[in-house]
Nanobody, 121 residues
Framework: QVHLVESGGDVVQAGGSLRLSCAAS????????MGWYRQAPGKQREFVSS???????KYGDSVKGRFTISRDNAKNTMYLQMSSLKPEDTAVYYC???????????????WGQGTQVTVSS
């Protein structure tokens, strides 16, 4: 199994910044695409951003220009730098990863437990 642990969630005022981290550990053969999703109360989970092992990135329309995703492959860790935060960014942010386990050649998809981001107006 691969465990994903998010950190960095907090309460911040509108216009502020936060940096989320997601660390992968466990039976890792390789970690491929990693991503961030978020879910606000009463809403469906929403794609935020993703990054491949090679560094190719994608962003959801609502965060383009404000959020920046990055990763450190040596540490199996991904980051999300969030700037110009808005109250509508308030949500639980979940980390996801596509990983091949050290004992098989099958791609598995894993989710973290989430970290709360609250943006006050």
């Amino acid at each position: 199994q691969v465990h994903l642990v998010e950190s960095g969630g907090d309460v911040v005022q509108a216009g502020g910044s936060l940096r989320l981290s997601c660390a992968a550990s466990g039976d890792i053969g390789s970690v491929n695409t990693m991503g961030w999703y978020r879910q606000a109360p009463g809403k469906q989970r929403e794609f935020v951003s993703s990054i491949t092992r090679g560094g190719a990135t994608k962003y959801g329309d609502s965060v383009k220009g404000r959020f920046t995703i990055s990763r450190d492959n040596a540490k199996n860790t991904m980051y999300l730098q969030m700037s110009s935060l808005k109250p509508e960014d308030t949500a639980v942010y979940y980390c996801s990863a596509d990983a091949i386990l050290s004992y098989d050649d099958i791609a598995h998809h894993f989710w973290g437990q989430g970290t709360q981001v609250t943006v006050s107006s």
